[in-house]
C-alpha cells in the first residue's frame, strides 16, 4: 500500500507545498473547507456532521480513500476529536466506525474509517464496539438512486451481542441519504441498545 506518511511534517497535507497552519493543512486549503457543524435528526437519534461536503472535501476524501493519502487520516481524525469534545459525543460506551465488506478492504488496503478513529480511540472513555461487520458487498450508494440505495444495504450488517443499556457512537465520513446510518441503527436497535449517536467527517445537508 502506498502510504504519504513520509511527507514533511510541517507540509500541508492536502497541496503537499505550503506550511501547515491548523489541522494539517495550510492556510489556503483549510479556507477551502466549508464549516456547518451541523446537527439533525436520523431515524430518531441525533446525527452531527462537521463540514459540508463541497469539491474541496470531495477531493480529499477521494484522496484519502482511493489515491491511499493514509496521511490524511490524521486530518480527518483531529477533525473528529476535537468537534466531538466539543459536544461531548464521546460520552458513550462504544464507538462503531461504519464497517466495509471483505471486499471493499481488500480492495482498498485500509479500514479507512478505523484508521481515522484509531488517532484518538485511547484518548476517549468509550471503546470499540467489537464484532460488528459488514458481511454484504454492496454496491457504490453514490451510483445508485434512493430507492436503489435503500435495498442496496438491506442485511448487509452483522452483530450478535447484548447492548442493553449501552450508548454508541457511529462514526463515518459522508452522510447523503442517511441509509447506511440507518441500517447500522436497525441492527443496533435488534439487540437493545439505548442510545445512537452519529459523527460525519461531511455531509451534503447544509442547514439544520
Known amino acids: 500500500m502506498i502510504d504519504f506518511l513520509f511527507l514533511d511534517k510541517n507540509i500541508c497535507y492536502s497541496c503537499k507545498e505550503n506550511e501547515i497552519y491548523d489541522y494539517f493543512l495550510c ?23 462537521v463540514y459540508f461536503y463541497n469539491d474541496f472535501m470531495k477531493k480529499l476524501i477521494g484522496d484519502y480513500k482511493f489515491n491511499r493519502n493514509t ?61 460488528f461487520k459488514k458481511i454484504k458487498n454492496t454496491k457504490a450508494q453514490h451510483n445508485l438512486n434512493r430507492d436503489e440505495r435503500s435495498k442496496n444495504l438491506e442485511n448487509a450488517f452483522y452483530y ?13 465520513d459522508l452522510i447523503t441519504t442517511g441509509n447506511t446510518a440507518n441500517e447500522i441503527i436497525k441492527v443496533l436497535e435488534n439487540h437493545k441498545v439505548k442510545e445512537v449517536k452519529v459523527l460525519s467527517i461531511t455531509s451534503e445537508r447544509r442547514v439544520n
Open 160 to 172: 450478535n451481542g447484548n447492548l442493553s443499556n449501552k450508548t454508541v457512537l457511529l462514526i463515518d
Open 27 to 49: 492556510k489556503d486549503c483549510l479556507k477551502k473547507l466549508d464549516y456547518v457543524a451541523n446537527s439533525f435528526i436520523l431515524d430518531k437519534y441525533e446525527a452531527h456532521t
Open 71 to 131: 496521511s490524511l487520516a490524521k486530518f480527518f481524525s483531529s477533525i473528529l476529536y476535537n468537534y466531538g469534545k466539543k459536544y461531548n459525543l464521546f460520552d458513550c460506551d462504544y464507538i462503531l466506525p461504519s464497517p466495509s465488506s471483505k471486499n471493499t478492504l481488500n480492495n482498498r488496503g485500509f479500514d479507512h474509517i478505523k484508521m481515522i478513529t484509531n488517532h484518538f480511540i485511547n484518548d476517549v472513555p468509550c471503546q470499540y464496539l467489537e464484532g
